[in-house]
């Protein structure tokens, strides 16, 4: 089973600082196929990241991913009010898909 | 523009089945794989499964496997989640999402459903 391993479950920043989320595979994902989401309360999830590293239309440049292999970053440069939520990464790699457990990024 | 829209809230009985649509607008409803994906009150997202709505074929997640049921209407546009044998546990929300790119069976999700919350209570 193909197991993504978020963390930490739980940041809490304040705006105007950098966040940084990590998303451990327990394999390596080939060709980068890796996805970032966000989702806000009672909203559907959206895609902010995909490849890896790429960032989906209309997504802020303070947004950007990174990694290869097993050990993936999703980094907001400088956190926008609108930026509180939970970040889930998923993994695309196979046919069999599955998302991470999610970190919460809080106000401080 | 592409538009996913499901079918509303629903209260079940343990034990009891139920059905969630999923309505496509806004590109060819064939070329694109859908997916389900559900969300208990305050945790994390949990993949079940695909349909290929152009041939039928669908993938159940192994621990919906026996439960689960993923159908298509093409001449409707619309997809179909049937999870029987209700258990508190499914209280959820459902959501429908389509794969970014045609005729790919895995991706990522580049449009969802608003979802639909499932509770089931005695």
């Known amino acids: 089973e193909f197991v993504l391993t978020q963390s930490p479950d739980t940041l809490s920043l304040s705006p105007g600082e950098r966040a940084t989320l990590s998303c451990r595979a327990s394999q390596s994902v080939d060709s980068n196929y890796l996805a970032w989401y966000q989702q806000k309360p009672g909203q559907s999830p959206r895609v902010l990241i995909s490849g890896a590293s790429t960032r989906a239309t209309g997504i802020p440049d303070r947004f950007s991913g990174s990694g290869s292999g097993t050990d993936f970053t999703l980094t907001i440069s400088r956190l926008e009010p609108e930026d509180f939520a939970v970040y889930y990464c998923q993994q695309y790699h196979t046919s069999r898909l599955t998302f991470g457990g999610g970190t919460k990024v809080e106000i401080k | 523009q592409v538009q996913l829209v499901q079918s509303g809230a629903e209260v079940k009985k343990p034990g009891a089945s139920v059905q969630v649509s999923c309505k496509a607008s806004g590109y060819t409803f064939t070329d694109y794989y859908i997916h389900w994906v559900r969300q208990a009150p305050g945790q994390g997202l949990d993949w079940m499964g695909w349909t290929n709505p152009k041939s039928g074929g669908t993938y159940y997640e192994q621990k919906f496997r026996g439960r689960v049921t993923m159908t298509r209407d093409t001449s409707i546009n619309t997809a179909y989640m049937e999870l029987s044998r209700l258990t508190s546990d499914d209280t959820a929300v459902y959501y429908c999402?389509?794969?970014?790119?045609?005729?790919?069976?895995?991706?990522?999700?580049?449009?969802w459903g608003q979802g639909t919350l499932v509770t089931v209570s005695s």
């Open positions: 999402a389509r794969v970014n790119r045609q005729w790919l069976v895995a991706g990522f999700f580049d449009n």
